[in-house]
């Protein structure tokens, strides 16, 4: 392992030999993309029937190998279907999607890998299976134009920005703070007929642009990589939703809760946003199951409350919304 793989000074101890191996499997996963080649080629598909790319499967081997002997206990990535046992003797149990938005391989969209780091208990279970509060540590390194990290130990969002001269993660920023952003948002519109009317209602809002009942002219963005368009919002604001829908399998939504809702919702809260599942605190969410899906909804607080405040709403006051778009006017 390289041991200049990351600044370290502002990790605190008992992560630093584990954020040393993400950090220079990091690096090296950003020269193999790179480098090129069939990274996107499919290779089958994972147990919850999500399609594999090289890439994914790659990129799970190296970080399985990498956090060996680094006080990493348990360890359960979206690639395997059930938890493994990395050091009997560790004091850390980490949750890993390896590579995040393999869909986008081909076409050079930014991806990254996205983790959350928990005490460990005796048994994986009693590690992963807890509310998403008792996290300890998490964060994403997105694959990109400038490969960086974000990292939270729960003390504020940390930013480290690869340099190529020296291969390692130098600090950015100790502290960033989430800008807030009134004219942004990120949805997949394709999927507006089978959203629920609370959902309709408030992408309804946002489209109505200056003359509707939130008087601003709103951007849409969607990139399809939860990585992308978290770093995005970090940067400059504005808010995602991937809601659940009316479609078989999404009625609880797609993102997974243990090591994709979670690590991206405790950078929000530590970046002064705010994270749920539609209606409710993400981060008070109960993991029931280790590849358990989840509606996701983060970003500037008040449009997270905002969010909230439609599902709400009676039934027949949603209904209303459509006809009268003042109700909800800033």
Not at 256 to 275: M, T
Not at 309 to 324: I, M, Q, R
């Amino acid at each position: 392992m390289t041991a200049t793989s990351i600044d370290s000074r502002r990790i605190p101890a008992e992560f630093r030999p584990m954020m040393q191996a993400i950090a220079e499997t990091g690096a090296r996963l950003a020269a193999i993309i790179r480098g090129g080649g069939d990274l996107g080629a499919a290779v089958g598909r994972n147990s919850d029937g999500d399609g594999q790319k090289a890439l994914d499967v790659l990129a799970d081997d190296m970080f399985r190998e990498a956090l060996a002997g680094t006080g990493v206990r348990w360890l359960v990535s979206e690639e395997q279907d059930h938890a493994i046992e990395v050091d009997p003797a560790g004091v850390l149990a980490v949750a890993m999607d390896p590579l995040d938005g393999s869909s986008n391989i081909d076409t050079n969209v930014s991806i990254g890998s996205i983790f959350a780091i928990y005490p460990a208990e005796d048994t994986a279970e009693a590690s992963f299976l807890r509310p998403l509060r008792q996290q300890i540590g998490g964060g994403y390194i997105i694959y990109g134009p400038r490969c960086a990290m974000m990292v939270s130990f729960g003390d504020g969002v940390q930013h480290y920005v690869l340099d190529p001269a020296t291969d390692a993660f130098r600090i950015e920023n100790t502290r960033l703070m989430m800008p807030d952003c009134s004219f942004e948002f990120a949805i997949n519109a394709s999927n507006y007929r089978h959203w629920a009317r609370p959902v309709r209602a408030f992408i309804d809002d946002c489209l109505a642009g200056i003359d509707g009942p939130r008087e601003t002219n709103f951007n849409m963005r969607w990139i399809a990589s939860l990585v992308a368009e978290t770093h995005r919002i970090l940067i400059r604001g504005g808010v995602f939703l991937y809601p659940a829908d009316a479609r078989k399998g999404y009625e609880r939504g797609r993102l997974r809760l243990l090591y994709e809702c979670g690590p991206i919702a405790f950078l929000i809260e530590q970046a002064g946003g705010r994270a749920s599942d539609s209606c409710e605190p993400m981060l008070d969410q109960q993991v029931q199951a280790l590849h358990q899906r989840s509606p996701f909804v983060f970003g500037s607080a008040e449009k997270v409350a905002r969010i909230a405040a439609y599902h709400d709403l009676p039934e027949t006051e949603v209904s209303a919304l459509f006809g009268n778009r003042g109700l909800f006017r800033a």
